[in-house]
């Protein structure tokens, strides 16, 4: 079975806080592809970064940086200085198996940053 | 680019009737586009595969005589919920895969609120 667990419903930090954001994914395939996205309040999905399996590189693109480790499935985002606009709900979603084209994801992680 | 459309934003309809919904792919072709459902404060769940020119895929579970889909062209695909009732109110939000060997990512719409009364 396929699953992501984002165990942080919610998570509250003021301006130029550094906030991190957990995923835990569950899969049996070998093969697999991970990624972030937000969501913003007007509700549109914004593509944050994809991962596949075999690259485990941490990977930081300006305030935003990713922490993949396969030993413990996990694949967590790390917001560093944080700004009001970062507030959002963060997905985590997994795609394996046959269909790659299949995300499943996770509950979301609802983030406040309060000025 | 890659920008997802979707009409209408917001929609509120009697129990009942049909409401249909359309996602386009405004600068590039989709050959493959994606149905989610979103209930609130929750996370987003995959109904339906759209594939230009053919039947669409259904996840377990979703009604495919109740969620009508087409994907006439290359840019659009549409949504129509049969005989809607208040359990079927939601955010429904579309998403489209560019044609073309190595696409991978999907493009997602802004969403649409139905709400059925």
């Known amino acids: 079975a396929q699953k992501v667990t984002q165990a942080q419903t919610e998570i509250s930090v003021v301006e130029k806080e550094d906030v991190t954001l957990d995923c835990v994914y569950e899969t049996r395939d070998t093969t697999y592809y991970l990624f972030w996205y937000k969501q913003p309040p007007s509700g549109e999905l914004v593509f944050l970064i994809r991962r596949n399996s075999f690259d485990e590189q941490n990977e930081i693109s300006g305030r935003y940086s990713w922490n993949f480790q396969k030993s413990t499935s996990s694949f967590n985002f790390t917001i560093t200085a944080s700004q009001v606009v970062d507030s959002a709900v963060y997905f985590c979603?997994?795609?394996?198996?046959?269909?790659?084209?299949?995300?499943?994801f996770g509950t979301g992680t609802r983030l406040q940053v309060f000025p | 680019g890659a920008v997802v459309s979707q009409h209408p934003s917001r929609v509120i309809c009697k129990s009942g009737t049909s409401v249909k919904i359309e996602c386009r792919s405004l600068?590039?072709?989709?050959?493959?586009m994606f149905w989610y459902r979103q209930f609130p404060k929750q996370s987003l769940m995959l109904m339906a595969t759209?594939?230009?020119?053919?039947?669409?895929?259904?996840e377990q579970g979703v009604e495919k005589d109740k969620f009508l889909i087409n994907h006439a062209s290359l840019t659009l695909s549409t949504l129509t919920v049969t005989s809607a009732h208040p359990e079927d109110s939601s955010f429904y939000i579309c998403?489209?895969?560019?044609?073309?060997?190595?696409?991978?990512?999907?493009?997602f719409g802004p969403g649409t609120r139905l709400t059925v009364t």
């Open positions: 979603a997994l795609s394996a198996g046959y269909n790659t084209d299949k995300l499943i």
């Open positions: 998403s489209a895969r560019p044609s073309g060997l190595g696409s991978y990512e999907q493009y």
């Open positions: 600068d590039f072709q989709a050959t493959t």
């Open positions: 759209s594939n230009e020119g053919s039947k669409a895929t259904y």
